[in-house]
């Protein structure tokens, strides 16, 4: 039996279906979801639905949801613990419980769909490839061989989600990526995938990677820096991949505070640094953090500074320090590296 047959064998067993997204969820995540869905109703499930939990603040995030027009509800965790018979759960893009997702440890899974790196991944239909570029491939991949002739707004999606998880096809790319994007792009509406493109970016955003960019210390080919506090969760991504491009910068790592939680991330060229690993060696007792070689990112919840008030300037030179000391000991760059 083929992967599809095993998903749609799965899917004729339930009436109702639950995509959970993995916390502030991004193009990848969110176009899987939308491409799952328009499955299960194949499938001959009549009523699905696209959870989600934290924000969705990427500017260009957002204009995805608003220009595609995708019908998202707030996560509930009543919904996934006490779903009657018929009701199914998948994860997209995300494979545990409790990870980068608010849904409790040891929730069963019925699908999983998913290319992060993970392990030990519990679900009656499991379609994980860490070698893939996005998670949107493996969904296309679904819709082409269902022969499903995709409308333009799921094909822009896919499309749109391929592009943004791989750079433009620079990053974590295979023969699959270009496959699929070639099989999409006869249903895709360009005009719409250009608007997709060049979202503008608020005030706040450019706030805080000016923040970070002025906030910057490098040892050896590695940079890390900071954006402060901040209510642009992504500006923390987006200042990694500004200075990542910083002449002589082979790994950058920015860290912010948003709310109640620390959040990282990291990208590398250097074949020397799997950053995933990095993050997750440094950050593992205290949150969740880890990715690919080259893409990566973490969470850490501020109760760990509990002693301090969470608005207060000694909190975040604290946060400086504790979080720098570690990268610095995990990277081996004490002694300049």
Do not use: W
Not at 5 to 10: D, G, I, T
Request: hydrophobic share 40%; with cysteine.
């Amino acid at each position: 039996m083929s992967r599809v047959q095993e998903l749609q064998s799965v899917l004729s067993e339930g009436d109702e279906l639950n995509i959970v997204c993995h916390n502030n969820p991004d193009p990848d995540c969110l176009a899987s979801a939308l491409a799952l869905g328009r499955i299960a109703s194949v499938a001959g499930i009549d009523e699905h639905h696209i959870l989600y939990s934290g924000d969705i603040s990427h500017q260009q995030n957002r204009a995805f949801v608003n220009l595609l027009d995708i019908d998202l509800q707030p996560f509930d965790a009543a919904t996934v613990v006490d779903r009657p018979e018929g009701s199914l759960l998948a994860f997209v893009d995300h494979s545990i419980p409790g990870a980068n997702n608010r849904v409790p440890d040891g929730t069963a899974l019925d699908i999983v769909i998913d290319h992060h790196p993970a392990e030990a991944i519990e679900a009656r239909f499991v379609d994980h490839r860490e070698e893939l570029g996005a998670a949107a491939t493996i969904l296309t991949q679904y819709v082409h061989t269902l022969e499903m002739e995709p409308d333009d707004t799921l094909a822009t999606a896919l499309l749109f989600a391929i592009r943004r998880e791989t750079l433009n096809f620079l990053r974590g790319v295979t023969r699959e990526e270009y496959d699929a994007a070639a099989y999409l792009n006869e249903y895709t509406d360009q005009g719409l995938l250009r608007e997709l493109s060049n979202p503008s970016v608020s005030g706040a955003t450019i706030d805080a990677i000016a923040t970070a960019i002025g906030n910057r210390t490098t040892k050896a080919s590695v940079l890390i820096s900071h954006v402060g506090r901040t209510r642009e969760r992504d500006a923390v991504p987006q200042g990694a991949d500004y200075l990542a491009t910083l002449e002589g910068v082979q790994t950058a790592i920015v860290f912010g505070v948003v709310d109640d939680t620390i959040h990282l991330s990291a990208r590398s060229s250097d074949p020397r640094v799997h950053v995933g690993d990095a993050l997750d060696a440094a950050f593992a007792d205290v949150g969740s953090a880890g990715g690919h070689y080259d893409v990566a990112g973490g969470e850490i919840p501020l109760g760990i500074f509990a002693d301090y008030e969470s608005d207060s300037l000694q909190l975040l030179d604290i946060v400086e320090q504790v979080v720098t000391a570690r990268l610095v000991a995990e990277l081996d760059l004490d002694d300049g590296g």
